[in-house]
């Protein structure tokens, strides 16, 4: 059976920012099922990509007969390990679950069908369900508010605390109705009430965003000068991350933050913002593939200042 084709989210619009050619190393740091990757290649371009899912080897044989492609099984934010600094022309970054994973019930990422609740991105570490079982109250709720932003945190962890008493959780629909109960229903809303625990739980297994900010340092380090950094978030946590970094290393900060306080001699720019903001996807993106609605891309060029010492 033929698998359906995975739509790259904004693949033009990366295309565009890192602007991929002949003898160039592009790394793709969050492969997936490979649509960065393929358009990279496309233009001539040495592609080195990484992935921590296991799975997705199935799709790297066909890039591999380019004799410019290379895979390596590692988390993003391990780049550093494999680049000297000032060797890369451009980094791609796909934040968050990827829609195999999504698609796939027994990863245990979604509610939209019943699978093991798993939610891990490779294959070693805890499962939710060894957070969900395992976890205090008071952590759990902290983990559903700071990573869900789940206003009924606190009652969501109480329901699952009670239940896990008497039965532990080990399955995606099981949770999805438990947290439902919690919260009185679905009371018309257009998503599922367990929508924010699951996201909230998958960023926890996975460290997903320490993971994105240790990687937005190590690309720091080992673009070149005028090397391109492109990133698509798909949620505020990421966005915000990301955001942050570029309005740093841009030098856009004139009130200074706890990043990039603002004392005389400190640190030149490390990025030019070639646009300002965001892009979005357009109509014809979100009439093809919905889960693009809430993609956003930022990016950067690398200036020729060295990298920042907290970038250590």
Known sequence: MTEAPHLSVLLDEVARVLKPGPGE??????????GYARAFLDSGAQVVAFDRDPTARRFAAPLEATGRFRLIEARFSEMGDHFAPGSVDGIALDIGVSSMQLDEADRGFSFMRDGPLDMRMSDTGPTAADLVNTLEKDELARIIWLYGEERESRRIASFLIRRRATQPFERTLDLAEVVEKALGGRRGAKTHPATKVFQALRIAVNEELAELEAALVVAEKILKTGGRLAVV??????????KAFFTARSGNLPGGSRHAPPVAGGPAPTFALPFKGA????????????????????????TDAPAWRDAA
């Open 233 to 242: 978030t798909f949620h505020s946590l990421e966005d915000r991350i990301v």
């Open 279 to 302: 892009m979005e996807s357009g109509d014809a993106e979100l009439a093809a593939n919905p889960r693009a609605r809430s993609a956003k891309l930022r990016a950067g060029v690398r």
């Open 25 to 34: 190393i592009i790394v793709d740091g969050t492969f997936g099922a490979g």
